[in-house]
């Protein structure tokens, strides 16, 4: 089992940049593929970003392309999703989530995909 724990956000006007960090312990996350969601209030939990397990591939939904990069450091077993160009809409609590058994090249934008997750990492972007 692997425990997430999400570090970086905050507040920033609009059109700025926060980075945010998934720390893992407990597995190496070169076992899980990853993936980050967000949460308004008052709405699902939508797909923001992932990486596969090789780090090899990632994928974004259609709104952050060219703005969200994700990454992984093997060596500090962390994930991170850098932010830049925020919008007030993007205001929400960002998940970063560990899968269940991947293949090694694979993503995935389903919630259900995902086994565990972190707390939760509050954003807000002012206008």
């Known amino acids: 089992q692997v425990q997430l724990v999400e570090s970086g956000g905050g507040f920033v006007q609009a059109g700025g940049s926060l980075r945010l960090s998934c720390a893992a312990s407990g597995r190496t996350l070169t076992n899980y593929a990853m993936g980050w969601f967000r949460q308004a209030p008052g709405k699902e939990r939508d797909f923001v970003a992932a990486?596969?397990?090789?780090?090899?591939?990632?994928q974004y939904t259609d709104s952050v392309k060219g703005r969200f990069f994700i990454s992984g450091d093997d060596a500090k077993n962390t994930v991170y999703l850098q932010m830049d160009s925020l919008k007030p809409e993007e205001t929400a609590v960002y998940y970063c989530?560990?899968?269940?058994?991947?293949?090694?090249?694979?993503?995935?934008?389903?919630?259900?995909?995902?086994?565990?997750w972190g707390q939760g990492n509050q954003v807000t972007v002012s206008t």
């Open positions: 990486i596969s397990r090789s780090g090899g591939n990632t």
């Open positions: 989530a560990a899968s269940g058994r991947f293949p090694r090249e694979e993503v995935s934008v389903f919630r259900g995909s995902y086994r565990y």
